[in-house]
């Protein structure tokens, strides 16, 4: 992008901020315009944008977790922290925490699924009708096992619903739609969507094998096609000191997808298409039932330890005391560490598309990445820095699981007695029409929402609610594995309301960026089209910068750390003895 485009964009931003938000949002405090562009630092932009460019630069190789990409730009982003004038936070003084993890490549020889019914077997095709998943316990299975239809595998008796009902799975093959009940509220169907979840309630379940059928929709979302084009892209899983996977389930010998347009061979003989029982799934008028015959799963899979490495910056709390209580210093404050946090890794190199081989993710995420730095140079630059110490983190493995933020939030190189109290992420933002608001996803759980609201006042920035919540986003992105270690978090997400022209009138004013997003998510999400080349908004992502900044300020400010609301979903089930507000 140009300056001067660039800089029409800050300017027309700081316009958009003094406009009332639309219908079914918050109404912002109307800022005078020469204040909130006094505010805007137009070089900000700028810098954003050469970060950007340098990490979705095909030198790094789609930044692929253990890849020489990878390694490239965590030593650039080490080097931006230090530029920032941060403190190495990592392990021994260093910029870098170790990931140990464990690397597994599907291979083609051995692969098999088959349904046998009637002492018939019918072969699906590898990759066109079905896929292996990775297996981390073992490198080669083979199972052939009665199954059973469980619907969406969701067991949630608080809700009253249970997909199990009248079955035993016990040695058993689970055949599994995706998804959770559309009658559960967001927090609910989000958590109850995880396969990680779904999984260990399997296991639990005593199931051995686990065959996921896509419907139609699911592929609509993400075609089967392209997902297999890249069949032989390697997976990850953290792994202990003794070798182990760590998040698996050896119980479950067998895992494979099965493509929408081969799912009826699966439920051949059950008087049902998979069309239908996928209707009642949908429709919650789904039983669970045995299926006849049995399913052939097999598979293998190269295994090899692999070392990667999340990029850890610190910034000291203003005053190491703390805070004063009575004359007395009270040094708790120093320990309350609020981490920011961007996935670094993207997909690699992959399955050339228009001749493009490189999956540069310039959205996913080099511009979260790039907008935490900004905020990093913000808040180390301040004239009053947090009260509270600060991390920064650019995190490995998202894409195979949230497995740097795992290790991470298990792991976090803190002082002795120091703990994590927020958690302020950023992940793809779909910054490709102006906007005038931002969307923080998650601030309703805590007490970060009213901080989040205060912040986004002062920059005269709108909030709006989450316009994908199909896509369960609060359980697919890092700060998932901080709320599952008990602590409070929001992900920061671009704007949905356009911003004014500059001749200061609002066209499609609720609808382009959204569908500019919705069309990024249709055709280059994960795709090389993923690149420099399309229309970044960087004066909205230095606005986003600034937010995430004003966010840090006011939490380490405040008396007290952030909180779980009381009764909250993911509070209590994830930190039942935490604090949280009455």
Known sequence: MHLSRLFAALAAMSVACTLLLATGCRRTPEPDPAIALARVDPVAAVRIEADVRHLADDAMEGRETGTRGYRRASAYVAERFRQAGLQPGGDDGSWFQRVPLLRAT?????????????????????????????????????????????????????????????????????????GAPARFDNDRRAFYSSRREKLRTLAEQGAVGVLWVNSADDEVRAPWARGAANWDKPGLRLRDAEGTPIGTWPGLQAVASVSA??????????????????????????????????????????????????????????????????????ASRSLEHIVYTAHLDHVGIGAPVDGDAIYNGALDNALGVSIMLEAARALAGADEPPQRPVLFVALAAEEQGLLGAEWFAAHPP??????????????????????????????????????????????????????????????RSDQYAFIRAGVPAVYLDGGVLAAPSSAGKVADATTAPHLAAREFLR?????????????????????LARLNARIGQLVGAADEAPEWNAGDFFGDRFAPSGAARE
């Open 106 to 178: 599907r291979e083609a020889d051995g692969a098999r699924l088959a349904i046998v019914r009637d002492g018939e077997a019918t072969d699906l095709a590898f990759r066109t009708q079905f896929l292996p998943a990775l297996q981390f316990d073992a490198p080669s299975h083979h199972l052939e096992a009665p199954a059973v239809f469980v619907g969406q595998a969701v067991h949630a008796p608080e809700l009253d619903h249970d997909d199990f009902e009248g079955v035993d799975l016990a040695g058993r093959i689970a055949v599994v739609f995706q």
């Open 261 to 330: 347009a081969a799912a009826d061979t699966v439920f051949a003989g059950t008087g049902k298409t998979a069309a239908q029982l996928h209707a009642e799934v949908v429709a919650g008028q789904a039983r669970a039932f045995a299926l006849p015959g049995t399913i052939v799963m097999a598979g293998r899979t190269r295994i090899e330890p692999l070392d990667s490495r999340n990029v850890v910056a610190r910034l000291p709390a203003a005053d190491a005391c703390g805070r004063r209580q009575g004359g007395e210093c009270d």
């Open 414 to 475: 803190l002082p002795p007695g120091g703990r994590l109290v927020a958690n302020i992420n950023m992940d793809m933002p779909i910054l490709l029409a102006p906007s005038r608001d931002a969307v923080p996803i998650g601030i309703e759980h805590s007490t970060l929402q009213a901080t989040v609201e205060q912040a986004a006042d002062e920059l005269g920035l709108a909030l709006s609610p989450d316009p994908f919540p199909e896509e369960v986003v609060f359980v």
């Open 523 to 543: 055709t280059c999400y994960h795709q090389p089209c993923d690149d420099v080349d399309q229309p970044i908004q960087y004066g909205d992502a230095a606005h």
